[in-house]
Nanobody, 125 residues
Framework: QVQLVESGGGLVQAGGSLRLSCAASGRSFSRNSMGWFRQAPGKEREFVATISWTGVTTSYADSMKGRFTISRDNGKNTVYLQMNSLIPEDTAVYLC??????????????????WGQGTQVTVSS
């Protein structure tokens, strides 16, 4: 079992930055692929970023590429999402996810089986 708790969301002006954290519990965490997804009102959950269990390989959605950075610190059981150059369209609930069976990067929601409760990010104009 893996339990995930996100933090770091809040209100920020366009062009600003936030760093989200995902604290994980469970002894299998270090070998889980991890991902960040987001969901805005009236929209489907969409992929943001993913990182392999080693932390060597990462992948990003096109709209986030160059602005967001995913990283992990297995010693601290924590995954991060650094968000820069934020725009109002980034406003959403951001969710952390982990896969119990996949160690490579994974971009689809069905590839993950553990989810955090989400943290709200609001970007004002």
């Amino acid at each position: 079992q893996v339990q995930l708790v996100e933090s770091g969301g809040g209100l920020v002006q366009a062009g600003g930055s936030l760093r989200l954290s995902c604290a994980a519990s469970g002894r299998s965490f270090s070998r889980n692929s991890m991902g960040w997804f987001r969901q805005a009102p009236g929209k489907e959950r969409e992929f943001v970023a993913t990182i392999s269990w080693t932390g060597v390989t990462t992948s990003y959605a096109d709209s986030m590429k160059g602005r967001f950075t995913i990283s992990r610190d297995n010693g601290k059981n924590t995954v991060y999402l650094q968000m820069n150059s934020l725009i109002p369209e980034d406003t959403a609930v951001y969710l952390c996810a982990a896969s119990s069976k996949i160690s490579r990067t994974a971009v689809s929601t069905h590839e993950y089986d553990y989810w955090g409760q989400g943290t709200q990010v609001t970007v004002s104009s």
